[in-house]
């Protein structure tokens, strides 16, 4: 990124492609990196590409995130070619997790429910691609995303709104923990937290109207709304 915004400042001083690699190889600072990330034309954050797996969200997270289609490529385990007789696992919703075990039962007890159909679809010798169609949505699953640091940032301040189902907002709230270690000035939260972080809501009057601080990381996040994933809550049987 640092490379591409130089090279359009300095193309009168390349002359061969040694001066090419001179300039690419130059070193540079966190601060560098800051400012050019935060600059409102983002062309220069699209020469690289980050890809990340998920292992574990639920088929409905997936329906979701593939909503974003700009610069954003995805490869999802598929129920056409998988066969799940025996292996499935289902994603707990945060808000069933926290209830009472009845619920936590009552949940469970509909996607084994689901599963049951599937398996008995497969022995009539229905192919698991139909036989897909009676799975729960809570099926784990397994996707890769690859995008652009641009895209990242727009997917995770969109994400991790609290306007967004739970499952939604940690797993991306996840991903923003690791790629804020992968490059802490890069995906700083004044450049890569909710929209209400950086600047404004953009709810209108969807709005959750409970504006989350813009000092706040992914970290501080997950533990200020999802206790029970961080150690700081406990389970109401």
Not at 7 to 21: E, F, N, P, V, Y
């Amino acid at each position: 990124m640092v490379f591409a915004a130089r090279l359009t400042q300095r193309g009168h001083k390349i002359a061969t492609m040694d001066d090419l690699l001179a300039l690419y190889e130059k070193s540079f600072n966190d601060d560098t990196v800051a400012a050019i990330g935060s600059l409102p034309h983002p062309t220069v954050q699209k020469f690289a590409v980050i890809t990340v797996a998920v292992v574990g969200a639920s088929r409905r997270f997936l329906a979701q995130v593939t909503r974003h289609q700009n610069e954003v490529k995805f490869m999802s385990a598929s129920l056409q070619y998988s066969n799940y007789t025996g292996q499935a696992d289902f994603a707990v919703p945060y808000e069933v997790l926290a209830a009472p075990a009845p619920v936590r039962e009552l949940y469970l007890k509909s996607c084994h429910e689901g599963m049951d159909c599937y398996e008995k679809l497969c022995g009539a010798g229905v192919g698991h691609d139909a036989a897909g169609y009676a799975t729960p949505q809570g099926l784990r699953n397994v996707l890769l995303i690859s995008a652009t640091p641009y895209q990242w940032k727009h997917i995770i301040g969109q994400r991790v709104c609290r306007r967004n189902t739970d499952e939604t907002r940690i797993v991306l709230l996840k991903i923003w923990q690791e790629l804020y270690r992968l490059s802490p000035s890069l995906f700083a939260p004044q450049l890569t937290g909710a929209f209400c972080q950086r600047d404004r809501c953009l709810e209108g009057k969807m709005s959750c109207t409970r504006k989350l601080d813009g000092s706040m990381g992914p970290g501080d996040i997950l533990e200020a709304d999802y206790p029970l994933l961080t150690g700081g809550g406990a389970h109401e049987d």
